[in-house]
């Protein structure tokens, strides 16, 4: 076997080896056999429409909307340093990870390595499946959010010149229709999921939009 061959299967045994203790000992959501946690429901946007203030109903719907935002399921991949979190507690990523300029990892250690296009059960006494999606990947930076208070994300998230250029109806598509976003309403078992669903976050940004996408002070 030529070395360049010994040195890569070895590197993938590590590896796989590092991936095992992970599952096996690097705590990450509910306990072992525990249910996962009931969702978090969501009040319904029209519940604002009592607010008659549009920019006091706006912000109101960014705070509710703060509920799925600052949730463990956003934060872990919205982190400020290029390593993702894991847990309810958000604690850093074991194995030890970077996401790289692209989100997806760095050369030789690339996300797919263990995240494929689906959740996968394990067998471990910690971590009951491995997240995955076809898209999977940290945010890109201009989207790092933890750390930071609600009113700073919501001024972050809607500033085209610190969210990548996107227009506000990007945003709204972002999150009420991409797949990733979708993923923390179906995170695969021993992980609580984002409050209420997709669909009712998506009707809460929309509204938000339309009330002129004012930010809550805090």
Known sequence: MRAATLIAVLGLALAGGAVITSVNAAPEGSAPGAATPAPVPLKAAATFL???????????????AGK????????????????????????PHNPPVAGGQSGHGVPGLPCLSCHGPANV???GEKIQSIPGDPKWALAPVEMAWQGKS????????KDPARNGGKTLDQIH????????VGWGWNPGAGR??????????????????DTGAKCPKA
């Open 50 to 64: 009592s607010i008659k203030d549009p920019a006091a109903r706006s912000a109101a719907l960014f705070q509710e």
């Open 150 to 157: 609600l009113g700073q994300i919501c001024a972050q998230i």
């Open 173 to 180: 598509h972002h999150m009420a229709e991409d797949s990733l």
């Open 192 to 209: 609580s999921p984002a409050p209420g669903t997709q669909a009712q976050f998506g009707q809460i940004i929309r509204a938000w939009i």
């Open 121 to 123: 059960p394990t067998w």
């Open 68 to 91: 799925v935002i600052e949730s463990p399921r956003c934060m872990n991949c919205h982190p400020v340093e290029r390593r993702p979190t894991q847990g309810d507690d958000l604690h």
